[in-house]
């Protein structure tokens, strides 16, 4: 059996997909060993792997939040996280001598070590790949971008420069990211990406990762009856939105649906004042629950939350929060399977007339349901964690024909 080192960066999105695939790695008789800040250990030890934090390197879910979204402050970020965790890894794999590393795509950090150390790699995809795909944003939203990125850009030559001359510039070829490796697993069905030649033979589509045992939440005690399920969250990042949440209960109040509305910790449940009998608010829910009795998911448009609605078949109003989102919003909205409101800077704002035509047009709308069932069984058919790990043993198998070849 194989020893696996895995490296990830602290953001729920990021971490959850590949914890079943952690967890069947292990239960296949693979050694694990997983990296990441001291916030996720419980969810990784119980995958049964072993986990080990990084040295402190100004990461964590707190910095990712603050800077989600803007896609250039957050390249300047790993970058410098990168400049500071390097060494680590390199001497990490060449004490515990891995037959091979599994990174996220943007732990660059990961890729880097791999490189120099000679190690076979597996990069993980928890969002669509943007890389090359044509048209992908209107002039305003490019412009917008290209501002935000302008303060940061020396930044990110001056860590791209200093990790170049301590490690090589082929360690630091672009794009920075995604950092692919030599086996690239989309947790994503092929049917839900964008079509872009950045993606070869090395990428596989394996669908949504969820293995409902390792999520580490108690379960919802809420009564079912007629009435269409509405269920609002806007995960865990950008969701401090209370005009929204106070948007929410202004239309729902006393409908014939029932809401429930998970609105994080950043939002105290009493700033929302009056809340009626139908409108169920948590600071947060668990999730996979909530979704598989949902009529319609209104959501930030997170990947991971995407990823997990298709999964259970929930069609869906995308509210995005960032630029990443604002794409996986209107692919959804694309290939049939929702709407996406609100898709422009600055983000976050959407009048009360717009948010409840899209719900009530989701709601009432069959095509979207036959839509989202159509990537469902994308998803389900493209095996999961359970061929994710096949393409891992697969790929080790090839790694040791080669050694002994040598």
């Known amino acids: 059996m194989a020893k696996i080192l895995i490296f990830n960066v602290p953001a729920y999105g990021h971490v959850n997909v590949t914890l079943p695939m952690t967890r069947e790695l292990i239960q296949r008789g693979h050694e694990v060993i997983y990296y990441c800040t001291e916030q996720f250990e419980p969810v990784i030890k119980k995958t049964g792997a072993t986990f080990r934090s990084y040295p402190e390197a100004g990461l964590s879910s707190q910095v ?5 979204h803007n896609l250039a402050n957050i390249s300047a970020l790993l970058t410098n996280v990168s400049c500071i965790l390097t060494d680590f890894v390199i001497k990490e794999i060449q004490h515990e001598a891995p037959d091979l590393v599994i990174y996220d795509i943007i732990t660059l950090w990961a890729r880097i070590g791999a490189i120099v150390t000679n190690t076979p790699t597996v990069a993980t995809y ?3 790949i943007l890389e090359g ?11 917008g971008t290209i501002v935000d990125a302008i303060p ?17 510039q082929d360690t630091v070829k672009f ?70 949440y106070q948007q929410v209960i ?8 029932k809401v429930i509305l998970s609105i994080g ?31 319609v998911f209104v959501t930030h448009g997170g990947m991971n939350s995407i990823q997990e609605a298709i999964y259970f078949g929930v069609p869906m109003v995308v509210f995005p929060q960032q630029t990443e989102q604002l794409v996986n919003g209107r692919r959804i909205q694309e290939i049939g399977a929702g709407l ?30 036959e839509n989202i069932e159509l990537q469902r069984n994308a998803s389900q058919n493209s095996g999961g964690y359970r061929r994710a790990v096949d393409e891992i043993e697969e790929k080790l198998k090839i790694t040791k024909v080669k050694s002994s070849i040598r």
């Open 175 to 244: 794009p920075l990211f995604p950092s692919r490796g030599d086996l690239n697993l989309v947790f994503l069905p092929r049917e839900f990406q964008m079509d872009t030649s950045f993606i070869d033979s090395s990428f596989c589509f394996v669908g949504a990762s969820i293995n409902p045992a390792l999520r580490d939440e108690p379960p919802l005690s809420l009564t079912t009856d007629n009435h269409p399920l509405i269920y609002i969250s806007l995960g865990t990042v950008n969701n401090d939105n209370l005009a929204f």
């Open 265 to 295: 910790k950043q939002v105290q449940i009493d700033d929302l004042g009056v809340i009626p009998d139908n409108i169920h608010v948590f600071d947060s829910v668990p999730q996979l629950q909530v979704l598989n009795m949902a009529d």
């Open 152 to 168: 940061n850009i020396p930044k990110l030559l001056w860590n791209r420069h200093k990790l170049a001359q301590a490690y090589g």
């Open 126 to 128: 928890s969002m669509m």
């Open 340 to 369: 996406v409101i609100g898709d422009h800077r600055p983000y976050g704002q959407v009048s009360i007339k717009t948010l409840q035509d899209a719900i009530e047009r989701v709601l009432s709308n069959a095509h979207f349901r």
């Open 250 to 257: 202004n239309i729902f109040a006393d409908k014939p649906v």
């Open 133 to 143: 795909v044509d048209g992908l944003f209107d002039k305003r939203i490019l412009l």
């Open 64 to 68: 990712i939040s603050k800077l989600a």
